[in-house]
C-alpha cells in the first residue's frame, strides 16, 4: 500500500522560519508535491519535485530525498496569510493518480 | 483563463436520496479528478477522468459513480445517500497529472445528508 505521513497541526510565530515534513512510502514513486488550502478554500499548487535537492518559489521552498523518502516544505518571512493546511501529494509512475497526506494545519500567531 | 468551476456550491440531501454533482474543467484541460474531503481525511480520490474515460479509480463503493463529456466537463453521481456521505467534494483539472501537471482544483460542493 501507500502512506504518506506529516504533521497535523504546526504553530509558529510571524517571521520566524517553518519546515512542515512529510514522509512517504510508495511503489513507483516519480515526484512530491505541495498544496495549501485555506480554510473554505480551494486547494492552490505551491511546488513539485521530481528531483533530489531544493526548489525555491519566493518564501517557499520544498526539498526532496528520494533516499529516505523524505521532504519538507520551507515557509520563510512567515505571514499572516500563510495560516492554512498545507498538504503533500505524491506522484507515482504510470496512469496513476495523485495521493495526497491528511494534511499539515500551519497557524501563524503574532 | 476561467478557472475549474462546481455546481452547486452547496446541497442538502437527505438519507437514501441521489445526488449530482457538476465539475467544468480549465478550458484545454482534458483530464478531471474529483476527492472527497472531510475533517481529519484529508484529501481521498474517487476517481479520474482522461478523455470521456475513467482512467483510475479510487476505493469508494460503487454508489459513487461518475462520467466526462465529449468537452471535457464532469458529473459525479452518489445513490443512496449515508450520513457518511457528508463531506466537501473537489473537482480537479490538469493538462494530464500523469505527466506532473498540476491539479487546479474548484471550490468544491459541500454536501450535507440529514
Known amino acids: 500500500g501507500q502512506s504518506l505521513e506529516q504533521p497535523s497541526e504546526v504553530t509558529a510565530v510571524e517571521g520566524a522560519i517553518v519546515q512542515i515534513n512529510c514522509t512517504y512510502q510508495t511503489s513507483g514513486f516519480y515526484g512530491l508535491s505541495w498544496y495549501q488550502q485555506h480554510d473554505g478554500g480551494a486547494p492552490t499548487f505551491l511546488s513539485y519535485?521530481?528531483?533530489?535537492g531544493l526548489e525555491e518559489t519566493g518564501r517557499f521552498s520544498s526539498f526532496l530525498s528520494r533516499s529516505d523518502s523524505y521532504g519538507y516544505l520551507l515557509l520563510q518571512e512567515l505571514q499572516m496569510k500563510d495560516s492554512a493546511s498545507y498538504f503533500c501529494?505524491?506522484?507515482?509512475?504510470?496512469?496513476?493518480?495523485?495521493?495526497f497526506g491528511k494534511g499539515t494545519r500551519l497557524s501563524v500567531i503574532a | 483563463k476561467a478557472g475549474v468551476t462546481q455546481t452547486p456550491r452547496y446541497l442538502i440531501k437527505t438519507r437514501g436520496q441521489q445526488v449530482t454533482l457538476s465539475c467544468s474543467p480549465i478550458s484545454g484541460h482534458r483530464s478531471v479528478s474529483w476527492y472527497q474531503q472531510t475533517p481529519g481525511q484529508g484529501l481521498q480520490f474517487l476517481f479520474e477522468y482522461f478523455s470521456e474515460t475513467q482512467r483510475n479509480k479510487g476505493n469508494f463503493p460503487g454508489r459513487f459513480s461518475g462520467r466526462q463529456f465529449s468537452n471535457s466537463r464532469s458529473e459525479m453521481n452518489v445513490s443512496t445517500l449515508e450520513l457518511g456521505d457528508s463531506a466537501l467534494y473537489l473537482c480537479a483539472s490538469s493538462l494530464d497529472p500523469v505527466d506532473n501537471q498540476p491539479q487546479h482544483f474548484g471550490d468544491g460542493t459541500r454536501l450535507s445528508i440529514l
Open positions: 519535485n521530481g528531483l533530489d
Open positions: 501529494a505524491v506522484l507515482n509512475s504510470g496512469n496513476t493518480p495523485l495521493v
